[in-house]
């Protein structure tokens, strides 16, 4: 692995478990017994817009991008990377030594 790999495998990572955790902060948009009883015309849900869970929402959909972003990244750079960039490929001393030995 290359370090940019490796960096770029580190910030998915990061970007993952935030975006979980941004995901599970964010409330739902049940439209409950708030409806019926007129409680969804508080004056806090009429400035939700400036609140928490519009930067929860914000917050998501850039995480979101970023995620997308790197993921792209991550399967370009292993697309054209040649076989030959692997040590893998190149490492022939344990085929050519069995087959001295043999």
Same mark, same amino acid.
């Given at each position: ?7 770029l495998g580190v910030?998915?990572?990061?970007a993952s478990i #935030?975006?979980?955790? %941004?995901?599970? *902060? ?13 409680? &969804? +015309? ?22 979101? #991008?970023?995620?997308? %972003?790197?993921? *792209?990244?991550?399967?370009i750079i292993a ?7 692997? &040590? +893998? ?14």
């Open positions: 692995m290359s370090v940019v790999e490796i960096i910030l998915l990572l990061i #935030v975006l979980i955790i %941004v995901i599970i *902060l964010q409330e739902g948009n049940q439209q409950g017994i708030g409806v019926v009883s007129g409680g &969804a +015309d508080t004056f806090f849900s009429k400035n939700k817009a400036r609140s928490y869970d519009a930067f929860l929402s914000r917050a998501t959909k850039w995480f979101a #991008v970023g995620f997308v %972003v790197v993921v *792209l990244a991550l399967n697309y054209f990377a040649t076989p030959a960039d692997t &040590a +893998d490929a190149t490492d022939t001393t344990s085929i050519s030594a069995t087959a001295d030995e043999a």
